[in-house]
Structures are given as C-alpha cells and as structure tokens.
C-alpha cells in the first residue's frame, strides 16, 4: 500500500466519525491558534516600537554626567568640541535641562505641560518639523532671549492656532512663542504636543542646580551608531577616569535590549500554548488507540491478503498525522482570525495601531509541529496494530 492509498483511507476514516475527529483535534487547533496569537501579537509590538523609535530617531545618543567634583568636569563647550572634531561620527549635540517650573497661559496654570531647555540642533537631533514660525537658534542661546516653541496642543488649545508672536509665562518670566511644533501624535497631553522648549541658557539658570548634565547627540551614520557610543564613552572617560560617573544610551542599544524582552516573553507564552499540542497529542493516541480496538477485525483480515506489519504501521501513522495535520490547519485559521479581531481590539482600547500579524515561519513552525505530535502519538497505537496476531485479529468480535 502507497502513501496515497493510505491517505485516503485516513481521510474516510476521519469523515465516519466526524465529531470525534474534531474534538480530536480540539487540541492541537488551540493549540496551534494560540501559538500563532501569541506570536502575532510579539510580531505587532515589535514593529510598533520599532516605528516609535524610529520616529525619534535611530541615532540618537543620550549622555548623562553625574560629575566627578570641580576638579574633573565637561562642559557646554567640550561637548559642541567633540562633535566639531568628529564630524564623520557625530553630527549634532544639545544640551538638554529639564526645569521644574509653573507654567502660566493666560489665565489658566496646566500641570502637564512640560518645559525643557535645549539648543538650536535639538530639533534635528529629534526630527522635529514645524508647523509655524521657526526654531529655536544660537543667537536665542548666546543672548539667553525669553523665547519659546510650543507644542500642537498649546497652540491650538490655549492660542486657537495663532501662537505666534503670543506670550506665556514660565515661573513668572515671560516667553514669547517663535515656533510651534507639528502634532506628533492623538493624544492631547503627555507628549512634545504639549511640551514647551526653551533656550538652555535661560532653562539652567532657572534650574536649582545650575548646571547641565545631559546632552542629546545625532550619529552621523545610523550604521555606525555604536562607533559613536564608544567615541562619547573614550572621551569621558579620558576625564573621569572611571564608568561610574557618566551614562551613554543608544536608542539603538534601547530599542535591541526591549526587542529582546519581547522575544523572551513570545517565546514564554508560546510554550505555554504549546502544552495544548501535547494535549492534542495525547489525545490523538488516544483515540488511535480506540480506533486499534474498533478496526481488529479489519486488520486481521488486511494481515491474512498478505498485508505486512510496516504497511499497517504505516496505514495508522498515517491517520494520526492526517488529524493533526487537519487540525493544524484549522488551527492556523483560526489564529489568523483571532489575530485580525485582535488588531480591532487594540486599536479601539488603546487608541495605538499595533497590528497583530503573525509571521510565515511560525505559522509554519507550528504546523510542522502539530504534524510532528500526530506521527510521534500516533507511533504508539500504530505499533500496537501491526503486532497483533491476524488469527486472534479474525476471532476478535
């Protein structure tokens, strides 16, 4: 007997007992369905961060110094050098102060607004575009002018869209607005949509301590992004003498160390979904086992035409791997369409688009998989048939 013989008759098998045949499979369709979920669901966070950082910037680098006393310090100055003497690594640098002020608008006092200083490179270090108005520039620096860019929602909140050339107050200094950012998202607060950017001459003397701190720095090349870390890291070290006075972070590196968690936690929950396919699997010997019994008759007739013990085997093999294949496909269906609800559900809880898209190779791992599990269960009560006896098989009632 040829495989397809064999097929076949596992095909007409399964369709006799149709129900049986699907809580059979029961197990291995959840199982399968589950998997490709799950990894659907990983696929879609992925791209989503991906994108996110993208949007922020591949290349960018963050440097904090926690300082080392006066007698071992950086500055505005050594920084903007570093940058002048690399500039086939490095292509821009901002300090960035963060200022915890009271903003007033009018009348009206937001909690949630955030003001930061920064320089005039800022804006292309963050890809930042501009809706109205400009940016800030050196000479707002060097001059440390009370000017301002605001973010989407200030303008179109407070100022109804016309922000330019209007006036706020940060810790009773007034600012007059000279740029306003696009929207960068939906959201209405909580974002560089309702941030405020000041010069970071006039943001460090506002600031308790008095100093800056951290810098943000644009790689040249978005290939060579670890050859910049090291360039920053050299230098500091040059002065400090030791790791534990400064910090350097990549989006890069951060972007790898979350696709990484993301990837352990998928392959977690998947082997988790994964316990369904042994289950399937338990349950197809199982029923293989039962079908043994029902069909002992059959096979000792089969046995005595002269069919030998590795054509039976092979007739059961068969048939379990048939139902798992079968539900392995069902399986796909149905994580397929539970993906797509998913991506639905998501995007209407969460407001955030994160396609739930499960990738070719695990849909094909897990078929693969559940076929296995039909072959390697199905062993068992197939061995069991081309054993018996085709005398006793004949007198089996």
Not at 102 to 116: A, L
Not at 122 to 132: L, T
Not at 211 to 226: C, L, P, Q
Not at 236 to 262: A, F, G, W
């Given at each position: ?13 399964i ?5 049986r ?14 998997v490709?979920?799950i990894?659907?669901?990983g ?13 922020m910037g591949?290349?960018?680098?963050t ?5 080392r ?8 100055d050594?920084?903007?050098a570093l940058?002048?003497?690399?500039l086939?690594v ?5 300090p960035?102060?963060s ?8 009348s ?11 320089g ?15 940016f800030?520039?050196?000479i ?13 929602y200030?303008?179109?909140n ?5 922000a330019?050339?209007q006036?706020?107050?940060?810790n009773?200094?007034?600012f ?9 998202d ?9 941030a405020?950017?000041?010069p970071?001459?006039?943001?460090a ?12 720095f644009s790689?040249?090349?978005e ?5 910049a ?9 040059k002065?400090y003498?030791?790791?534990d006075y ?10 790898d160390?979350?696709t ?9 929950l ?10 399937g ?9 039962v ?8 096979i000792g ?19 379990a ?5 079968l539900?392995?496909i ?10 797509s609800?998913a ?26 998989v ?10 068992l009560p197939a061995?069991?048939?081309?054993r018996?006896n ?8």
């Amino acid at each position: 007997m040829n495989f397809f013989q064999s097929f076949k008759l596992a095909i007409q098998s399964i369709m006799k007992s149709k129900v049986r045949a699907f809580l059979t499979m029961l197990g291995i369709i959840i199982g399968v369905g589950a998997v490709t979920v799950i990894v659907g669901m990983g696929n879609g966070m992925e791209n989503y961060i991906s994108s996110s950082f993208e949007s922020m910037g591949t290349n960018l680098i963050t440097v904090n110094i926690q300082g080392r006393g006066t007698s071992r310090s950086v500055d505005v100055d050594d920084m903007y050098a570093l940058v002048k003497d690399n500039l086939d690594v490095l292509a821009y640098v901002s300090p960035t102060v963060s200022v915890s002020a009271t903003v007033k608008i009018g009348s009206e006092e937001p909690d949630s607004t955030t003001v930061t200083g920064v320089g005039e490179d800022y804006g292309a270090i963050k890809r930042y575009s501009i809706s109205n108005g400009r940016f800030l520039q050196y000479i707002d620096i060097l001059r440390r002018q009370y000017v301002c860019v605001v973010g989407s929602y200030i303008a179109s909140n407070y100022y109804s869209g016309n922000a330019i050339g209007q006036t706020l107050k940060i810790n009773g200094n007034a600012f007059t607005i000279v740029g306003v950012l696009n929207e960068e998202d939906d959201s209405t607060s909580g974002s560089t949509d309702d941030a405020i950017y000041i010069p970071y001459s006039n943001a460090a003397k506002m600031s308790w301590a008095g100093t800056i701190s951290n810098y943000s720095f644009s790689g040249a090349d978005e290939e060579n992004i670890d050859g910049a870390v090291t360039l920053i890291e050299n230098s500091l070290y040059k002065v400090y003498e030791s790791e534990d006075y400064y910090t350097v972070t990549s989006m890069t590196s951060m972007l790898d160390n979350m696709t990484s968690i993301i990837n352990i936690v998928v392959m977690v929950l998947g082997a988790i979904a994964a316990i369904s396919l042994v289950v399937g699997g338990i349950g197809i010997m199982n029923i293989m086992l039962v079908s043994v019994t029902e069909r002992t008759r059959e096979i000792g007739i089969r046995k005595s035409l002269g069919a030998k013990q590795k054509d039976i085997m092979q007739q059961f093999v068969i048939e379990a791997a048939t139902t798992s294949a079968l539900g392995g496909i069902s399986g796909i269906g149905v994580g397929y369409l539970l993906s797509s609800i998913a991506s639905k559900v998501i995007t209407t809880l969460m407001s955030t688009e994160i396609s739930v898209s499960p990738s070719i190779g695990a849909v094909l791992g897990a078929f693969s998989v559940s076929v296995a599990i039909g072959i390697i269960f199905g062993y068992l009560p197939a061995r069991k048939a081309a054993r018996l006896n085709p005398i006793d098989a004949l007198r089996y009632d």
